[in-house]
């Protein structure tokens, strides 16, 4: 039921995600669905962890791949995101994301203050991960030896926030590409 819900609401928001489509989505009855998670901002909550945990664990399986270089991960890490931009655009919408439209909500933190920390969580262990990629590509080589690996994982977290965004606008994976390779670029050694 927390993959389904976590699919509306990524592709949707929390607003316009109705119940109906909740139910429909997980395919269970609204006394289900509320005899389960209480409310729908329980259910959103608790598909926001469910989402998070299923995409660290995606970056971290690419980040920490000791068969490729750094600069190797950070690529497959972009490509990660840009297949999922792709198989939503085939579906007829862009793959939405949780974690941004959450952070962007005006005063999540304030209303929820467990979103907030949640959020928070994922900040910094994707920080962590995508750091770790960029010391190893600069030890074997493959990404400037100059960088600053918090700096350097800051802008490919953000980058990927920007691609998720421009997604959702309606800019097409091959732009997105382009935006993804840009960055990349930068980095190399």
């Keep these: 039921m927390l993959d389904a819900s976590a699919k ?9 995600t109705s119940t109906e489509q909740l139910c429909e989505a ?3 009855k609204r006394s289900s669905l509320y005899n389960t998670f209480i409310s729908k901002d329980e259910l959103f909550i608790r598909s926001l962890e469910r989402h998070i945990s299923v995409a660290l664990d995606a970056q971290k399986a690419i980040l920490t791949e000791n068969a490729l270089s750094g600069c190797e991960r950070l690529a497959a890490l972009f490509d990660l995101i840009l297949e999922e931009e792709g198989s939503a655009r085939k579906k007829g919408h862009a793959a939405g994301c949780m974690i941004v439209a959450s952070r962007m909500a005006p005063g999540i933190g304030d209303r929820e203050p467990r979103v907030q920390r ?6 910094d262990r994707q920080l962590s991960l995508v750091a770790e990629a960029v010391a190893s590509g600069r030890l074997d080589g493959s ?11 800051l802008m490919i977290v953000s980058a990927i926030s920007g691609i998720r965004v421009l997604s959702q606008s309606g800019t097409g994976v091959s732009s997105l590409r382009k935006v993804a390779d840009l960055h990349l670029d930068s980095l190399r050694a």
Excluded: C, E, H, K
Aim: glycine share 6%; hydrophobic share 50%.
């Design 26 to 28: 997980a395919g269970v």
């Design 143 to 153: 990404l400037r030896n100059d960088l600053s690996p918090r700096d350097a994982a």
């Design 8 to 16: 509306q609401f990524r592709v949707r928001g929390f607003a316009d």
């Design 118 to 123: 949640i959020l928070d969580r994922f900040m």
